[in-house]
């Protein structure tokens, strides 16, 4: 007994550029690319109602013939048809919510009080609470524990403390393991020219490039911020009676 081929239905499609560029860099054929992106949306039902245009710039025609499951999928679909598609094949990429945030808003949006923060960073709220205001310095540490605790990347905190030049600090340590620049930029996976930057405090320390060389130099990261460890930010005025 032959078994019935799926019924098909050609649709016309106006893809922006980029949409198009990569439905034609596909490996499968087009229709076959298509109807499992659609198929798999129609599956968990994360398309939003509503979906912004296309990027401007050139409207391509595109005939695709699909299974009918996807074009009902795509003609039914409040967002419209080519919104629908454009949206699958090349998503926009979100605004960063991270960027430049504040501690603060940082914790806020992880959903967590400053008690909570305080317990998964492992000191006192009132500790944590100074973090926060900006009257205790973040450490190399205490910027680990925090990305961890809030899921966010070390490097979204970084813009949190000001810079820290540590070159004395890393060309000791360095010459004390005997070792050259450019042994010591393979080991941070970078370059020379990087390394002497950083000696000559032409370049600021990053928390990510301390962790990097304290496993270089077999010390610990909080070596290079110990400056600034020690001094913390003069407490603010009190207002009021």
Same mark, same amino acid.
């Given at each position: 007994?032959?078994?019935?081929?799926?019924?098909?239905?050609?649709?016309?499609?106006?893809?922006?550029?980029k949409?198009?560029?990569?439905?034609?860099?596909?490996?499968?054929s087009?229709?076959?690319?298509?109807?499992?992106?659609?198929?798999?949306?129609?599956?968990?039902?994360?398309?939003?109602?509503?979906?912004?245009?296309?990027?401007?710039?050139?409207?391509n025609?595109?005939?695709?013939?699909?299974?009918?499951?996807?074009?009902?999928?795509?003609?039914?679909?409040?967002?419209?048809q080519?919104r629908?598609?454009?949206?699958?094949?090349?998503p926009?990429?979100?605004p960063?919510?991270?960027?430049?945030l504040?501690?603060?808003?940082?914790?806020?949006?992880?959903?967590?009080?400053?008690?909570?923060?305080?317990?998964?960073?492992?000191?006192?709220?009132?500790?944590?609470s100074? @973090? =926060?205001?900006g009257?205790? /310095?973040?450490?190399? *540490?205490?910027a680990? %524990? &925090? $990305?961890? !605790?809030?899921?966010? +990347?070390?490097?979204d905190?970084?813009?949190l403390?000001?810079?820290?030049?540590?070159?004395?600090?890393?060309?000791?340590?360095?010459?004390a393991?005997?070792?050259?620049q450019?042994?010591?930029?393979?080991?941070?996976?970078?370059?020379?020219?990087?390394?002497?930057? @950083? =000696?000559?405090d032409?370049? /600021?320390?990053?928390? *990510?490039?301390?962790? %990097? &060389? $304290?496993? !270089?130099l077999?010390? +610990?990261?909080?070596?290079?911020f110990?400056?600034?460890?020690?001094?913390?930010?003069?407490?603010r005025?009190?207002t009021?009676?």
């Open positions: 007994m032959e078994r019935k081929k799926p019924q098909r239905k050609s649709k016309t499609f106006w893809l922006s550029d949409a198009l560029a990569k439905l034609e860099s596909q490996p499968l087009q229709a076959a690319f298509v109807t499992q992106l659609v198929r798999k949306a129609a599956q968990k039902g994360d398309v939003p109602d509503v979906l912004p245009l296309p990027s401007e710039g050139e409207r025609r595109k005939v695709l013939t699909l299974p009918v499951d996807v074009t009902d999928f795509l003609e039914n679909h409040p967002a419209g080519t629908v598609l454009d949206h699958l094949i090349s926009s990429k979100p960063s919510r991270k960027k430049h504040s501690l603060n808003d940082h914790r806020r949006l992880a959903g967590l009080t400053q008690r909570e923060v305080a317990e998964r960073v492992s000191v006192s709220t009132g500790h944590y100074k @973090l =926060e205001v009257t205790k /310095p973040i450490t190399c *540490k205490m680990q %524990k &925090l $990305a961890l !605790a809030l899921d966010i +990347d070390i490097d905190l970084e813009h403390h000001a810079p820290v030049f540590a070159g004395k600090i890393i060309s000791a340590k360095r010459e393991m005997g070792i050259s450019v042994t010591l930029a393979a080991d941070l996976e970078s370059k020379q020219p990087d390394v002497s930057y @950083l =000696e000559q032409v370049r /600021p320390l990053s928390w *990510k490039v301390a962790l %990097k &060389l $304290a496993v !270089a077999e010390c +610990d990261p909080e070596d290079f110990r400056g600034e460890m020690d001094r913390e930010a003069p407490e005025p009190k009021g009676p």
